[in-house]
Nanobody, 125 residues
Framework: QVQLVESGGGLVQAGGSLRLSCAAS????????MGWFRQAPGKEREFVAS????????YYADSVKGRFTISRDNAKNTVYLQMNNLKPEDTAVYYC??????????????????WGQGTQVTVSS
């Protein structure tokens, strides 16, 4: 079992930036691809970004492409999400999770059994 702790959320004005962190423990972090997901009020949880275990490839939802950057530090067992040029529609609770081996790198959130507590991101207009 892996434990995931997200942090770095907050309140920011449109056009601003935030950097989210996800600290993982309980497994060999570098063996697994990681993903970020989000859930806005009244909406389904959705895929945001993912990164292969070595960091060699990254994947993004069209809605965040060019504004968000996912990265990882395997020495620190941490994955990051740098969010720039934030928009009010980015307001959501952001979650990280391990991409199951063999799953698509843009896998749907319904394929996960458990989640961390998430971190709230609120973008004001």
């Amino acid at each position: 079992q892996v434990q995931l702790v997200e942090s770095g959320g907050g309140l920011v004005q449109a056009g601003g930036s935030l950097r989210l962190s996800c600290a993982a423990s309980g497994r060999t972090f570098s063996n697994y691809a990681m993903g970020w997901f989000r859930q806005a009020p009244g909406k389904e949880r959705e895929f945001v970004a993912s990164i292969r275990r070595t960091g060699s490839s990254t994947y993004y939802a069209d809605s965040v492409k060019g504004r968000f950057t996912i990265s990882r530090d395997n020495a620190k067992n941490t994955v990051y999400l740098q969010m720039n040029n934030l928009k009010p529609e980015d307001t959501a609770v952001y979650y990280c999770n391990v991409i199951p081996p063999g799953a698509s790198m843009t896998t749907h959130p319904r394929n996960f059994d458990s989640w961390g507590q998430g971190t709230q991101v609120t973008v004001s207009s």
